[in-house]
């Protein structure tokens, strides 16, 4: 595997293997990568014949408060992860080399009402950030296809979203939630939880799955579901942010038309702010 910090080095290593006829998938990530980050490199493998990986924490999606500069940043485990998965280029710029105006300069990018909902409204410029950071990155990496992790629901619309508005010449694909044994969806922000919190945390899926059987059962008093879910994670000892059902395709309200539809979910445990979903089809 090569590693890379520039901009420039990265965009001609991309640019030979394309002039050979070669396809590369790209996974961007901000490191402390654990096996649902690998499933993603995995699946990019699938769909391309080079793979470029890149950690970037990326301050621009941090908010006031929130764990920028605690974050754990693990680069030479992660290069060895990456090295073991196969990835060919590992992309590990600095903040300076991302910004090289300042965040402050830094020219933006906003996805309006798909970008307002939900973790927009609890983390304000969140997905700012987000788009800004990952349109700089598909210009650093001109990929074919780029792979992000479905437990950020909402995150994979908004990218989603952004690469069609501004034509962008890249395939979006979704990777499947990879689950501990408990249910609960593996993060990087689990590594904040004791391990008393760890095992409340499954409670979390369990919520999910729960409002996913009665729906499937035939309830539609949707908001009275909601209220319960949240209720029940209250006394697993979460303080809930929100529990919502909306359309899987663009996280609209359900109407009596809608199939398919997701259950997101966010909520803290302790100080460690945890997000998840499942996804189902409604007859």
Known sequence: MHSEHHIKAVQRIVGD???QGLSVGFVPTMGNLHAGHLSLVAKARQHTDKVVVSIFVNPLQFGPGEDF???PRTLEQDA???AEAGVDLLFAPSVNEMYPHGREGQTQISVPQLGDILEGISRPGFFTGVATVVNKLFHCVPADVAVFGEKDY????VIRRMAEDLNLPIEIIGGAIVREASGLAMSSRNGYLSEEQRAQAASLYKCLTAMREQIKA????FGTLEQ???VGLQ???FQPDYVILRSATDLEQVTETTRSVVILAAASLGNTRLIDNISFEIQ
């Open 17 to 19: 293997w394309k002039r």
């Open 69 to 71: 500069d605690s974050y």
């Open 80 to 82: 060895v992860a990456l």
């Open 154 to 157: 909402q995150q994979l619309l």
């Open 218 to 221: 035939g309830r539609r008093d």
């Open 228 to 230: 319960e879910a949240c």
């Open 235 to 237: 006394a697993a000892g």
